[in-house]
């Protein structure tokens, strides 16, 4: 099946076309066919990147204004003579839209319709700079792309069934009724797809084992995966709670929300602080890419050591808490830009835990790609696995439709 997967974001899109069936998973022969995306829409030059198998890759910096534009352009290009993957857009079996909140209301990935949109709807309100852009993907693939199943893939689902404890905040219980304010955790998709791969890579049953996994891009996030659900993670209410990131501040006293507010800034501002000017930038005052700042590392810079080490003691942290969480831990996984491409940051999260059985080897640590970077006699499997969060929506949009479909089957076989 060719599924066509969406994320609609605030000033960018990004699609993949994805081959995928359970026949395909099961012999990983599942691929991406094209890929491409535009991002700074609205502004004076939106750059447009189209790259596909056996193909020129494709980049021009032109004007668009919308989503809609945006859409159109990569269903053009996949059908374009020269650069095309397809030869018609009717071989777009499906759709998958990467829905960032999905509140107490999916618990799973789920076929929209009108009453799924109402629900997305009632979520926005928890993610209003998000669902609405996710949203509006939906509304315009079902307009350019009629009579195709579309299916919503949530970042929050894969920590629905977090307990209680973990998700509710020591505030009035009343303002969680009312407003359901509480812990839901992001990058669910991520967590999942690295969870179960070091399962595979481990070949043990994926039910049998203690996971935590720590998804460092620009946005990180870290989750405790226990006997394969997710029973604690470090984002919340919003995506700002939990560890350091390239520009949020995660964790923090919250009385200095209010000394800030009361002090000199406005909410505004106060949200912009914590969200755009905290975290690795913030600290070493030179970048948000941790590129730049091991750069700086190497050159003893203090304020980038300050901010490394500020980071992966946070990691750390962490790593100790889940371990705490699910009494004990038997894999460790490191994914996204930083998880998979900086040894220094692994090593740096590590180094200290070997009381708790967690050994990494230095040479397995260095280099990329999906590997093994414990040493043989750590009693933790450490793995640098890359995430696959589209692959995982493509999966689930295949899965929700032969579901459907076979269900159709048995009704129609009673009748
Ligand atoms: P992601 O959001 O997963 O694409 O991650 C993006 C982040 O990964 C960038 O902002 C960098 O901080 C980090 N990153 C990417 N490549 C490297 C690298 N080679 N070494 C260290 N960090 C990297």
Known sequence: MKVLVLNCGSSS?????????????????EHTLAKGMVDKLGEAYSRHVYNADGKTPLMENVPTETH????????NVLVDPLYGVISSIDEIQAVGHRMVHGGEE????????????????????????????????????????????????FDTAFHFHMPEYAYLYALPYELYIKHQLRRYGFHGTSHRYISHRAS??????????????????????????KNGKSVDTSMGFTPLEGLV???????????????????????????????KE????GISGISNDMRDLEREYEKKNKRA???IDIFCYRIKKYIGAYAAAMGGIDVLVFAGGIGENSPLVRERSCTGLEFMGIKLSPE??????????SADDSKVAVFVIQTKEELVIARDTADCILKKERAEKAASVKK
């Open 305 to 307: 050591v300050l901010a």
């Open 200 to 225: 595979q890579l481990l070949d043990k049953p994926y039910k049998d084992l203690k996971i935590v996994t720590a998804h460092l891009g620009n946005g990180c996030s870290m989750a405790a995966v």
């Open 364 to 373: 397995r640590n260095e280099g990329r790609g999906e590997k093994l970077v």
């Open 245 to 275: 990131m390239g520009t949020r501040c995660g964790d923090l006293d919250p009385a200095i929300v209010t000394f800030l507010l009361e002090e000199y800034r406005t909410p505004r501002e106060v949200n912009l602080l914590m969200n």
């Open 106 to 153: 999916f618990s799973g990935s789920i076929i929209i319709n009108e009453d799924v949109m109402d629900g997305l709807r009632r979520c926005s309100k928890l993610a209003p700079l998000h669902n609405p852009h996710n949203i509006k993907g939906y509304e315009i693939t079902s307009k350019l792309l009629p009579g195709i199943p579309e299916v919503a893939v």
């Open 68 to 75: 809609e534009q945006a859409i159109r352009w990569f269903l």
């Open 278 to 281: 905290s975290g690795l930038s």
């Open 13 to 29: 899109v990004k699609f993949e076309l994805i081959e995928t069936s359970p026949e395909l998973m099961k012999k990983n022969e």
